[in-house]
């Protein structure tokens, strides 16, 4: 069993900044990607920014050069820095963490923390 929980969100002005933090727990003996996805009422999931086990980062068009995502292996822990934050960014942000066992990935999801960009 995995535990996957976020935190770091909330109500930001537009133009400021964030961190949003996710920590998973369980039964983890290695993990290979971690992410960020978001979502909106009236859209689908979307890839927010994910990174590897070896480092190697992917972002969504839309938050290049704004947001940078990080993690410590050693705690598990994956982090999503956002700056210059737009009202647009305004979502339910969800940590996706995929761990290892034998041959098998998995994926787990967090419970979701709220992120509200005012104009």
């Known amino acids: 069993q995995v535990q996957v929980v976020e935190s770091g969100g909330g109500l930001v002005q537009a133009g400021g900044s964030l961190r949003l933090s996710c920590a998973a727990s369980?039964?983890?003996?290695?993990?290979?990607?971690m992410g960020w996805y978001r979502q909106t009422p009236d859209k689908q999931r979307e890839l927010v920014a994910t990174i590897t086990s070896g480092g190697s980062t992917n972002y969504a068009d839309s938050v290049k050069g704004r947001f940078t995502i990080s993690r410590d292996n050693a705690e598990n822990t994956v982090y999503l820095q956002m700056n210059s934050l737009k009202p647009e960014d305004t979502a339910v942000y969800y940590c996706?963490?995929?761990?290892?066992?034998?041959?098998?990935?998995?994926?787990?999801w967090g419970q979701g923390t709220q992120v509200t960009v005012s104009s």
């Open positions: 369980g039964r983890l003996f290695s993990i290979d990607a």
């Open positions: 996706n963490v995929r761990p290892i066992v034998g041959s098998i990935i998995y994926s787990n």
